[in-house]
Structures are given as C-alpha cells and as structure tokens.
C-alpha cells in the first residue's frame, strides 16, 4: 500500500488553528481486529476547550457566511483533494479502528468526497438562497413596500461523528459538509471509537481553511470519550444548532440539553429504525428465492451495522411465505460471523438478540455460522397478533439481526403498519398484480418513511438532490429534513426578508442587477438571470 501524505496522528485537538492536548483523562482507540489499545494516547477536552472552540466559531460567523458562495465551494473542494491525498494512511487507521473492510471504507470515502463536491456545485448553482423579489406597489391601497428574502446561515453547528461511518457521517461527513456549505462554523466532536481517522479528517479540514485564508474559527475538533464535553458543547450559547447519526437514546439526551437552554436549538438527529420490508404477494409466489437472497445480502451487508438495515419484514402466510423462509435460512446458514464496530455494539448485539428470543411468540427461522465475540446473523419470526401486543418487538436490534411478522391476510399486514413507528425508508417488494394493494399501502407508509422503495433494498443510500434521509420520529428528530444529499443545506439555512432597503444595502442574491446570476423568483414566478 502507498500513501500520498503522510500525515501524524498525535492525540490532540485542533481548535481552530492550534493543537491543544485536552487535559480531561485520557483515552486510546481500541481495535476490534488486534484486541487491543491503539496508539496514541487522546487527550480529552473539558468546558474551557468547548470555551475557546465555540468562540472562535462565533467570532468566524459573520465574515464566513457573507464569503461569496465560490469561496465556501472551492473551501469543500479543497477538503476533498486533502482527503484523498491522504491515500491509504487513512484507510489504513479507519480499519485498524473499526474493523471495516478496506474496500468498504475505499467506497466510504469516495462516497465522503463526492458529497463534498456535490455540495460545492449546489453552491454555485445558487438555488438554495431562495432568492424572492416583490417589487413595490405604492399605487396599491394600502401600498406595498419593496420586499425581498433570501436564507442565510443560522450560526455555529456541532457536529458529532457517527460509530458506523468513520468518514461519511463523522468529521468530514454530510453534516460538516452542509454546515459549511450554508456557511455555518463547524466544531466537530470525535467519535471516541475512531478518534484517530478523526484526527487526520480535521487535520485536512483546519489546512484547507488555513490555505483558504477564512477565520481560524471555522472549524475546530474535539475529543472525550464520555458525554461531558458534548453536553457542554451542545449548552454552549454560540452553538445554534446540531448535527447527529447515532442511538435513540443518545439524539433524545442532545434534544433535552437542546431545549433546556436559555435560547433553545435544533437537533437534527437521525436515530433509529428498522426499515420495513413488505413482501407482497404476488411478488412473493413468483420469486420468492430471489427475494430470500436479496434480503440475505441487504442484512449482511456491513455486518449489519447500516441505520438502512432491512430489520423487518411483513408478509402475508402462506406456502411462498415458506418458500421465502427456507431459501433465506440456506442463504444466511453460510454467512460468517463478524466483527462489529466495538466491544460495546458487540455486547449489545447479543443482548439484543437475548431479548428478541425471550419475547413471547418468537421463533429463530435462520441463522448464519457462529463465532466467539462475533455478530452471528439471525432472522426471527412471529405471528401479526403476537407483533402488535408487544411494543418490544419494534425496537432496532443494531447488527445483521431481522424480524419477519406474518400476516393472516392484507387486513392484518395493514393493521402491522398503522402499528409501526416512524422509520428511515419503507421498501414494497411486488409485481403489477399486487399494485391494487401497493396503492392501498402507500399512504400508511408515506406518513411513516421518508423514503419509499419499490423493487430494491433499503442498504445503500445515493447522495443527491432527490435523496431524503431522514423520516418521523423516533427515525429522527425532525422529519421535516434530510442528512444525506443538498436538501440536508436547508438545516443550517433560513429566511431573512429586507424590506424598502437601498440597492447598495441589499446582500448581492438581492441586488436588482443580480450580479450573482441567481434564478430568482419575481412576484412569485421563477425567472433565469437576465429575465
């Protein structure tokens, strides 16, 4: 293997421009591969590093958010380049800290680059300012004034890494990227799994604001392996809003410290679900193999550790029901165990699974080989009744783990949906004769799902425009929005309306020349510049 930049991992936090070791105990990645503590040591941080990092956040907003929209997309361009600059040394120490393969993380930070990339084209396109020009009526009775709006930044964002994507959804993933994008500061806390990769990411990050000549505040990385340095984070007066992919529990305990504060904030959080899955029954009878394998391969994939795991599936009985069942469990009898992210995930897994078996009514329908301190792949079943008795029954079970509910009838399979929560997709598996029940189906999971998807599996998630990551609660916080692709800009953004200013006083999106080129809308209409 060869790496490009070599680049030194040394346990410190980047605040701003400057490396600071934090003085609250200390603490080493662990690897799920050796079973052992990585080198070095990171030091954590403590009210006084929150302090000075949210700070320089503040004191960089301003002059940050008004950079014209070309300076903040070649900022994320340059992030990108650094990123892959850093060739397999990252690669490298992500695998080491979380076990994943390195094939994986090669598509993991391809995926990170090109939402970088992405977002800085959205930048120049110019669209997410939402530009809208009401001209004056001063004939009208009464007189209209000049108005004028367009969004802008809300302020400092924290962003928290993700456990189970080191890159994609951690320092440099979609919620630093659309934060810096709208024009938000971002100060970063590590994911104390994978604090290395998370050293090197902001290493790459506090050098492209360096060269870019922006405010050293920009950006800033800490580290704490508990939750002290979050919370205070997230009651830091300059944060005004959060970023976060992980547990129910963890997205709440942010929401509460966010609406407890003297001025409370947004928590963008993405939580939990298990993806429902509904085999129809047409689909079902004419290829129920094909299915079977299909799911094996969504649950597997990554050893299960995507928040789009296929954890549920509804179907209604009967012998393609059966036929399902055997070809997953002969799919799934030759998968190998594996490695989880950390002994903790690993730990919760299993208890997981322990619970799901106590569960009355529950079956094991299949199983994949075993292996000591590895995460075996299991499908369960239980009957529509025994699934709607048991609140239990919904909750994720983090790791290659799905439950199948079968149904009586499409009665039933409708009453397993009213009952469902909220989640991050839904998937319809079927063929053209279970359209008339598809129709009937739609409307229960468009109020429950912020993506729908026919003839696919929910593992693998596009960054786009289109894409909608996000969905009611408990999938996340506010289903209103999306983490992954542009629309996941519009968190950080909002509304400012100018009105009868001078020309020479409006921001340039606003101008009567354009001088930005924007298409804008006039009295409502959209008009392309130049009209």
Known sequence: MTTMTTMSISGTQLIGSQERLGLAGSFRAHSPLRGEALEPPFGGGDAADVEAACRLAEQAFDEFRKLLP?????????????????????????????????????????????????????????????????????????????????????????????????????????DTASALAAGCPVVAKAHPAHPGTSELVGRVIQRAVAEAGLPAGVFSLLHDAGTALGQALVQHPAIQAVGFTGSRRGGLALQALAQARPQPIPVFAEMSAVNPVLLLPAALSARAETLAQGFVDSLTLGVGQFCTNPGLLIAVAGPALERFVAAAAQALATRAAGTLLTPGIQRAYQQGLEQLDAQPGVQRAAAGLAAEGAAQARLSRVSAPDFLANPLLQEECFGPSALLVSCRDAGELRAVLNALDGQLTATLQLDADDHPLAHQLLPLLERRAGRIIANGWPTGVEVCHAMVHGGPFPASSNAQHSSVGTLAMERFLRPVCYQGFPDALLPPALQEANPLQLHRQHEGIPRAPGR
């Open 70 to 174: 070309e300076r903040r997309a070649a900022l994320l361009e340059a992030i990108a380049e650094g990123l892959l600059a850093l060739g397999d040394t990252l690669l490298e120490r992500a695998h080491l800290e979380t076990a994943l393969p390195l094939a994986r993380l090669q598509g993991e930070r391809q995926r990170t680059v090109n939402q970088l990339r992405l977002f800085a084209d959205w930048l120049r396109a110019g669209q997410w300012q939402g530009a809208r020009l009401d001209a004056a009526l001063p004939e009208r009775q009464p007189p209209r004034p000049d108005l004028r709006a367009q969004r802008i930044a809300i302020g400092p964002v924290a962003v928290f890494g993700a456990s189970n994507f080191p890159l994609a959804f951690s320092v440099a993933g979609g």
